[in-house]
């Protein structure tokens, strides 16, 4: 239902930074959770940050916590996530995703979650 677009991966060397863009539209964007998943090669699609609807409460996976930040402007009804510290095992494809309901504030499995963006490549060299 909600159309999700990600935008500004790239090429980075290990201690660097990124900062990701997914521009939503097609429901009321503020109203809900929205999250940011990886799939690094090999692995399991991995949840990497979540934010409510509000941008007030914010989740994060623990190999990312202290470097990654979630945040969003409802107003442009697009999230973020700034990468700081970047490690070679952050090398992955990022998505951008929104829960199937507005109250599920939190969840991690992307199964709680009903649309999906095509991905961003981020890759960290070593």
């Known amino acids: 239902q909600v159309q999700l677009v990600e935008s500004g991966g790239g090429l980075v060397q290990a201690g660097g930074s990124l900062r990701l863009s997914c521009a939503a539209s097609?429901?009321?964007?503020?109203?809900?959770?929205m999250g940011w998943f990886r799939k690094a090669p090999a692995k399991e699609r991995e949840f990497v940050a979540g934010?409510?609807?509000?941008?007030?409460?914010?989740y994060y996976a623990d190999s990312v916590k202290g470097r990654f930040t979630i945040s969003r402007a409802n107003a442009k009804n697009t999230i973020y996530l700034q990468m700081n510290s970047l490690k070679s095992e952050d090398t992955a494809v990022y998505y951008c995703?929104?829960?199937?309901?507005?109250?599920?504030?939190?969840?991690?499995?992307?199964?709680?979650?009903?649309?999906w963006g095509q991905g961003t490549q981020v890759t960290v060299s070593s």
């Open positions: 934010i409510n609807g509000s941008g007030g409460a914010k």
């Open positions: 097609g429901r009321t964007f503020s109203s809900y959770y």
């Open positions: 995703a929104a829960a199937r309901f507005s109250y599920y504030n939190g969840r991690t499995d992307e199964t709680d979650f009903a649309s």
